[in-house]
């Protein structure tokens, strides 16, 4: 351990302000200062790293918050959910976990059991493969637990929904209705893969701006009890969501930093309002959000070939590269981030050819281009990633090993390859995607050191990380990823967020000041 020596700066009245002196074992990530004893913080910002005592002679009436039991970092981020639907999710029918079919209609039957009939009955959370289905289910099998309520179940990946026919007829969706560009509807009708999930979502009644609130608040103050205290949110949700997020912070009532995302389809309308990154306040937007592909679970992952092992094709292209790489260049020349969704092997390939044509212009702006998944990979591909955010979810691994051995073995080595994507010069950037996976840092962290997937079986374990790894890729790569040069990192002048731990990797609890 470096001896800790004393880091400090002062600001305008800073001494004059409350200040709190934190002591605890301190993991900085400053590599001027790696590990340290106290820090000393005042409105709102790191003003001094050091030891207890040279940091009490500097400010003698300090208040002392003793965590000497316990461990400090930077504060962890989420970088990759979609907050206000997951703060929805909180309270629908939960599918995680439900290994049958009737599992799940226990659980939407006992669900309209309680619902006024008529009333749309929403869920998520399964996996075709964990209900031991080789085929997509049909809307019979939901119609038996719920003939008068419409019903809509997302796939944990949130690329396929599962309805009833109550919901079919709502939407006017019958056997004849030809599948919609970018989806399918998969016949026996029940299952809608991709762009056809928006043929029943447009017939749901939309949430009310009080609802939005509290879904938004909701997601917020769960991530906070986990330890997080910022988070970037990936889109994909409708406009009333990021504007719930907005208004919480303008009331001051968002205990976590967002970094928020734009569809690609309303960049014309942000040009028009001038959009660009934000003022630096707890809500702020940096991105515009791209889809090469759908998901593995789904069967939408956009593959090279021989794509699926059972036969089911090379999955679903959805934003063509061309679009991708035009709009990509006006998100660029408003200073915000492209940011493309890709999980199949092909479907990397794609945005890593993209990418190299918006390399200059990103790079001119002081932009990290930035890829959500990188889930398979192909070795010639792995060097082209230098200097790209690769935005991943480790805990995705767990489910998706089985999967990934049945469906796809000849990618097994090179899926979720963390640390070639580290050896490589990618900034990984940890996240959940909350609602597919609930946003638990002890399962990041689990899954990226152990590789154990839920077969009970290490998925490519030479792509394992270490604890430290891994807490730089849920802080201070998240926030290199978003420009956010005060956060990840414990050094004067940055943040006053941090997370406490027991352990690294067991229980966390945010700190912010």
């Known amino acids: ?155 944990r990946d949130h690329h396929m929904t599962w309805v009833n026919s109550a919901a079919l007829r709502a939407a006017g969706v019958h056997e004849g209705t030809p599948d919609p560009e970018g989806g399918q509807i998969v016949r026996p009708l029940g299952c809608l893969l991709e762009h056809a999930i928006g043929l029943v979502s447009a017939v749901m009644p939309a949430p009310t701006e009080a609802e939005y609130l509290s879904a938004a608040r909701a997601a917020a103050d769960d991530l906070a009890s986990r330890g997080y205290v910022s988070t970037h949110t990936m889109a994909f949700e409708p406009p009333e969501a990021p504007r719930a997020l907005q208004l919480l912070a303008a009331r001051g009532e968002l205990p976590l930093r967002v970094w928020a995302c734009l569809p690609h389809d309303r960049l014309a309308q942000a040009r028009d309002l001038g959009l660009g990154p934000g003022s630096g306040g707890l809500f702020t937007w940096g991105g515009v959000k791209f889809f090469a592909d759908g998901a593995l679970g789904s069967r939408t992952a956009w593959l090279h070939a021989p794509g699926f092992a059972d036969g089911s094709g090379t999955g679903i292209a959805l934003d063509p590269p061309e679009l991708i790489r035009e709009r990509g260049l006006q998100a660029i020349a408003l200073g915000l981030t492209p940011v493309t969704h890709a999980i199949g092997d092909r479907a990397n390939t794609e945005v890593l050819n993209v990418y190299d044509d918006l390399r200059a212009a990103a790079e001119a702006k002081g932009l990290r281009l930035r890829i959500e998944h990188s889930q398979h990979l192909r070795d010639e591909d792995l060097p082209r990633h230098r200097g790209l955010v690769c935005s991943v979810q480790p805990i995705h691994l767990q489910a998706d090993g089985p999967m990934i051995r049945e469906l796809m073995p000849h990618l097994a080595g090179r899926s979720y390859a963390f640390k070639s994507l580290m050896d490589a010069g990618a900034i990984l950037a940890f996240g959940s995607d909350a609602p597919v996976a609930a946003p638990d840092p002890r399962a990041s962290f689990a899954a990226a050191v152990s590789r154990v997937d839920d077969g009970g079986n290490k998925l490519a374990p030479n792509e394992a990380m270490t604890e430290e790894d891994v807490l730089w890729a849920h802080t201070r790569g998240p926030a290199l990823a978003a420009g956010w040069d005060d956060e990840g990192i414990i050094r004067p002048g940055a943040r006053a967020a941090f997370t406490l731990w027991d352990r690294l990797g067991g229980n966390a609890r945010a700190l912010v000041l």
């Open 1 to 155: 351990m470096r001896p800790a020596v004393a880091r400090r700066v002062l600001y305008p009245g800073s001494m004059s302000a409350p200040l709190t002196l934190i002591q605890a074992t301190v993991i900085t990530q400053d590599p001027q200062l790696p590990q340290a004893q106290a820090v000393l913080v005042g409105s709102g910002r790191v003003l001094a790293v050091g030891t207890p005592d040279g940091l009490r002679a500097m400010a003698p009436h300090a208040e002392t918050a003793d965590h000497r039991d316990l461990i400090l970092t930077p504060g962890l981020c989420d970088a990759h959910t979609h907050l206000v639907t997951y703060g929805f999710s909180l309270s629908e029918v939960n599918l995680h976990g439900a290994r049958s079919v009737s599992e799940v209609q226990a659980r939407v039957g006992q669900a309209a059991l309680n619902t006024p009939a008529g009333t749309w009955i929403r869920g998520g959370g399964f996996l075709l493969s964990e209900l031991g289905l080789g085929d997509y289910p049909s809307a019979a099998l939901l119609d038996e637990v719920s003939p008068h309520h419409p019903v809509q179940l997302y796939s």
